[in-house]
Every structure is written in C-alpha cells, then in structure tokens.
C-alpha cells in the first residue's frame, strides 16, 4: 500500500497524527546532525531535460553518467525504493537499492514522507519497463515537508480550495503551472510586440487623488500623510496621455494592475491585469488593427494555429475581424432603428417593449448600451470589433466624424466578453471640460460610476494632445480565451477571496 493510499483511509481525526509523526521525523533528522532545511544545494539537471538527453537510452539499459537532480517526492513505492521526485520541469524517478545505495543513505529512507524536497545524486539508468531513472548513491533532506499533500487535490469538493491554497493545487495540479505559465509568456509577447513596435514601457501611479480614465466604482483608500482620500486606479489612461501631451514619446503603454470595487464572477475579478497604449497621429482605425495584430501573434505563437478551441466553439481569429457599428448590431437584433430616437423617453421606451429592464434616469445612451448587453453581446462568439458608440457612454473619445451623436470608439468581443477598448482620443480641451462636467452631473445624481473632474488634465490637454489613438485590453480575460479557461480565478495566482478566519479549515 502507497503512503497516498494509507494518508486516504485515515480519518480526518488521524490528520493531527500525521502531522505530530512528521514533525518527529523532523527532530530525529536534527538529532543525527543532519539540517532539514539546509541553506543551499546545486542540481545540476531539470528532469525534463533529463528525458530529452536519454530519450533514445533503450530499456534495461545502466550508464555511469552522474546527474544530481532535486525535487518534491509526489510517490514512494516498494518502502522507498522507488521515489518519484517532481522539479519545475516534470518527474524523474529515482532508485534505491541495497546493491547500488550505501547503507546510510538507504537508513535516510526513514525519515523521507511524499510531499518532502530533496536531492538526489546517482547514475542514469532505464529499467526493463522502461521508466528513466537515477540509481541514487545519494540523498539529503533539503525540505522536510510538514503537512500531507492531499491525494486528490484536483478534485476536492470545495474548489475554492485550489485557489486559496494556490501552493498545494500548483504542486498536485500540472494543468495549474501550465495555464500560469502561459500567462507570463502571454504579457512577455505582449511586451516584446510593444517594443518591438518601438513603444515606451512607462509607470503611472496606482494611488490617484482623483478617479478617471474608465467608468467604474473605485476602492478607496486613506494616506495618512497626506490626511488625504486616495483612488485605487481604475485606469491609467489620463497619466498616459499626459506622457503623451509632454512629448515623452510616440508610442506609449503600460502594463499593471487595475482595481474595480464591483462583482465577483467567472470573468470579473476586482483586481486585474490590462495593458493601455497611446500613439500619436492614429485613430481608432489603427488601434483596430494593432489590437487583431497583437492577438493573432500571441494565439500563433502559443498554439500554431489561429483557429483554436475555447469550451464548445472553436474560434477563428484569421483576418479580417468583423468590423461593425453598435447601432447596427442592436437594430439586426431588436428590429429597432435607435437612431430615429431622438430622446432617452423614446429609447427607454422601445427597451421595455423589448422585455428589457432599464434604469429610469437612463440617457440614450444607456439604453442603447444596455439593449446591446442584453441581446447582441451573447452571440459574440467570434472576434467582432464593436464600434461607434454613443457619445454619452463615452466622455474621453472624439466625436464621430460623420455623426454628432456617435464617437469614434470600439469595443472587441471575442467569446461574448469584451476584451479590449479604445477610442480615437478626444484632445479638445473645451469639449473635454464640458464632458467632465456631464460627468460630475450624473455622478451628483448618484452614478457612483461616473467620471470626476480632473482639472489637471483638462489643463495638459490645453498644452496641446496631438491626435491619439488609444486602447487597452484586459490581460486576465485573453489568458482564459488562449489557455481555455473556463474561470478568470484559475489564470490568476492568488485571486480575490473572502479570507477564512481559520486557513486550515
């Protein structure tokens, strides 16, 4: 019987046992001169690398080639003759055996439990059955492990747990370190295409003394120094189009992490990853295509293919996207022509007959907004830029060019979620002024989401913004489509949680 095997039939009163029968192996080590947790070891091999090296090694056969490994033991069999030994590669096995191990190291056999860090020193070997293994020579204690690993962690009731001991479901769950690692090679491609392009990494502060850049209901903060009420940001884009106003460079972005005080769901989570860019003398245009360009190149690099699955569909991000106005979308689907509405009366309207619940303060806008959440955001499976949106929705983007209601702004959904922003930027003080002050109107009237004045910026914009295309794209939300992730919780390390009094339980 495996120690997994035996750790699975003891009763949840036994576990304090184990622990207190770990924590005398511990002191037995320390009582026979030997450290734990010593300060430092030297593997000179990755178990991965191992495999590749001798992959052609053939059954049955022994090297004299010495390695020295190290990692966690996720299984002991036969007394621990054989002990499976998980680096951040993968799995090596390593043997002992009385012909082969010296009688001392065999004797560490005993103080060794699954879950313990080790090294491991020997010879290359593939058994008869044909599992590359090391013929250890020796071992040493590098992390006595204190607690069992669960047998199952992957399939615990209370899923919850994978995310609040993030550390347990990384070592039991490969499917884990794998989405969590193409996480960081995803903001890594990020960046290099942003360089690449000759943009400017920048940093923008996270404590503003005004909320702006998005509409959202910010956490809110205290700076004792300052006696001052501070905003965790909710966007960093009016910093980033101070940068631009002063001449910084063309081309700017920032990658960081935003904070919204609102809901918890499979695809919301209150502090997230996103990226912003700015660049000069481009429009809404450009930025449509920087965002396509931009996710075809993470999708190739990751899969090698730009048709990949994501749940039950399999989504095409091939060129050309589809391109088309929000108005138009609500209309293919509502059968009604909102643009013939001239009054928020009107359009409030139209949406309850539509069956559609909207506030009774709604603008035009709103309403459109909301009847296009309602029926035409579902059906967003393949990538679709959204664009032209109503001016009132919309208080940091120009005008349409060709309709005084509408302004130059798109939204990308792929898999009905809205993955990235962006407007042609508005950089006409006056208007600016004036939209901020509609602004501060509806937030006075008990729109927590609505913008602030920001006096500061509006005086940068009258130093002059050149023509701007801006966008910024959540960061979160493009890891699930690309790894296939069903949750936002599980491409996040450590996800918000309402914390338990007692960890254990």
């Known amino acids: 019987m495996t120690q997994q095997e035996k750790q699975k039939q003891m009763p949840a009163t036994?576990?304090?046992e184990l622990l207190k029968v770990r924590q005398g192996k511990c002191d037995s080590l320390r009582q026979s001169g030997a450290d734990p947790y010593p300060y430092k070891y030297a593997p000179d091999h990755k178990a991965t690398a191992l495999h590749e090296k001798y992959k052609d090694l053939e059954n049955g056969t022994e090297t004299t080639d010495q390695v020295c490994v190290a990692g966690r033991i996720m299984a002991m069999r036969n007394n621990g003759m054989f002990l499976d030994l998980q680096d951040s590669s993968g799995k090596i096995q390593l043997f002992c055996h009385k012909d082969s191990t010296p009688a001392g190291e065999l004797a560490k056999l005993d103080y060794l439990d699954i879950g313990d860090i080790?090294?491991?020193e020997g010879t290359i070997r593939r058994t008869p059955r044909g599992e590359l293994s090391i013929r250890a020579v020796k071992i040493q204690m590098l992390s006595k492990s204190m607690r069992p690993l669960p047998e199952k962690y992957h399939g615990l009731s209370d899923i919850e747990a994978r995310y609040r001991q993030r550390y347990v479901d990384l070592i039991m769950n490969e499917e884990s370190r794998n989405t969590l690692r193409t996480r960081s090679r995803i903001?890594?491609?990020?960046?290099n295409y942003m360089n690449d392009m000759g943009a400017l990494e920048v940093e923008t502060p996270i404590l503003n003394s005004i909320m702006g850049g998005a509409s959202a209901k910010p956490f809110v903060t205290h700076h004792n120094a300052l006696d001052t009420d501070f905003y965790l940001r909710v966007s960093p884009e009016l910093y980033l189009k101070r940068l631009i106003v002063g001449g910084l460079a063309d081309d700017v972005y920032e990658i960081g992490r935003l904070f919204r005080n609102e809901g918890i769901s499979p695809k919301h989570n209150p502090e997230f990853t996103a990226i912003e860019g700015y660049h000069v003398y481009k429009d809404y245009h450009d930025m449509m295509d920087l965002v396509e360009n931009l996710v075809q190149t993470i999708v190739l690099d990751i899969?090698?293919?730009l048709k990949i699955p994501y749940g039950d569909y399999e989504i095409d991000y091939s060129s050309p996207w589809k391109r088309q106005s929000m108005l138009s979308l609500v209309e293919?689907?509502?059968k009604i022509d909102f643009m013939t509405l001239k009054t928020a009366d009107e359009a409030r309207t139209a949406a309850r007959d539509l069956g559609i619940f909207v506030d009774p303060k709604a603008s035009w806008g709103q309403v459109v907004e909301t009847v296009f959440d309602a029926l035409v955001e579902p059906k967003l499976i393949q990538p679709t830029h959204v664009m032209d949106h109503p001016l009132d929705i919309s208080p940091l983007a120009k005008?349409?060019?060709e309709n005084p209601r509408l302004v130059e702004?798109?939204?990308?959904?792929?898999?009905c979620w809205e993955i990235a922003n962006a407007f042609s930027e508005l950089n006409d003080p006056a208007v600016q002024r004036e939209r901020f002050n509609a602004q501060v109107a509806a937030r006075n009237a008990g729109d927590e989401e609505a913008q602030m004045l920001d006096e500061d910026y509006v005086v940068a914009l009258e130093y002059g913004l050149p023509p701007t295309g801006?966008?910024?794209m959540g960061i979160d939300r493009l890891v699930m489509l690309v790894t296939n992730s069903s949750n936002i919780r599980d491409v996040i390390c450590f996800p918000t949680l309402k914390p338990k009094k007692n960890p254990d339980q």
Do not use: K, Y
């Open 14 to 16: 036994g576990q304090a």
């Open 118 to 120: 080790i090294g491991g």
């Open 187 to 191: 903001i890594a491609l990020i960046r």
């Open 303 to 305: 899969h090698g293919s």
């Open 332 to 334: 293919e689907e509502s």
């Open 399 to 401: 005008v349409h060019r």
């Open 409 to 415: 702004r798109f939204e990308t959904f792929i898999n």
């Open 470 to 472: 801006g966008w910024g």
